[in-house]
T-cell receptor
């Protein structure tokens, strides 16, 4: 199935640093979603974006729906050790059959060094 | 808060067994999904359902079937388990409108010996 291009694949950062990751697609999306998955757990929704250009924050997290509707980014400010995990982007768009299709990114594995 | 509950966190079964993975959601969501997650391959959709007794194949349905007899419950069935079905299985649900976020359960780590 189709997947989104998510980068970077992994990153090591020092505690207190800011983090930025993004997802791009060749298709236009109606929605962009960002999830975090801790080891051995299911993905948890962090931020949902519904409109091109929308900028939304959730605590130290900020995400934006790209103006072209083909990309999105997630920023984490002042990282802390519990930010460690895998971050997934996801998008929805209309499929050929007329139903909505969810597409997931391949994930960014974040490791925070204390 | 949305709660999606998967019946088992860890499961070990033998090759050839019929395996049932159960998922229940408490938010009256119309849509339910089953994914498997493997390192380097991301999330792959197995089956989804938009309504009771309704199902549609995802990207990798071979070797699996599903059942949705009640709105809140979506079961994944491995008809004859094989070792290549060892994986993390994730259930998710969402509201009817397709652009609403999916909410995931904690996953079932299934090992087939």
């Amino acid at each position: 199935g189709q997947q989104l291009n998510q980068s970077p694949q992994s990153m090591f950062i020092q505690e207190g640093e800011d983090v930025s990751m993004n997802c791009t697609s060749s298709s236009i999306f109606n929605t962009w979603l960002w999830y975090k998955q801790d080891p051995g757990e299911g993905p948890v929704l962090l931020i949902a974006l519904y409109k091109a250009g929308e900028l939304t924050s959730n605590g130290r997290l900020t995400a934006q729906f790209g103006i072209t509707r083909k990309d999105s980014f997630l920023n984490i400010s002042a990282s802390i050790p519990s930010d460690v995990g895998i971050y997934f982007c996801a998008g929805t768009h209309n499929s050929i059959s007329g139903t909505y299709k969810y597409i997931f990114g391949t994930g960014t594995r974040l490791k925070v060094l204390a | 808060d949305v709660k999606v509950t998967q019946s088992s966190r860890y499961l070990v079964k033998r090759t050839g067994e019929k395996v049932f993975l159960e998922c229940v959601q408490d938010m009256d969501h119309e849509n339910m999904f089953w994914y498997r997650q493997d390192p380097g391959l991301g999330l792959r959709l197995i089956y989804f359902s938009y309504d009771v007794k309704m199902k549609e194949k995802g990207d990798i349905p071979e070797g699996y079937s599903v059942s949705r007899e009640k709105k809140e419950r979506f079961s994944l069935i491995l008809e004859s388990a094989s070792t290549n079905q060892t994986s993390m299985y994730l259930c998710a649900s969402s509201e009817l409108l397709g652009y609403q976020p999916q909410h995931f359960g904690d996953g079932t780590r299934l090992s087939i010996l």
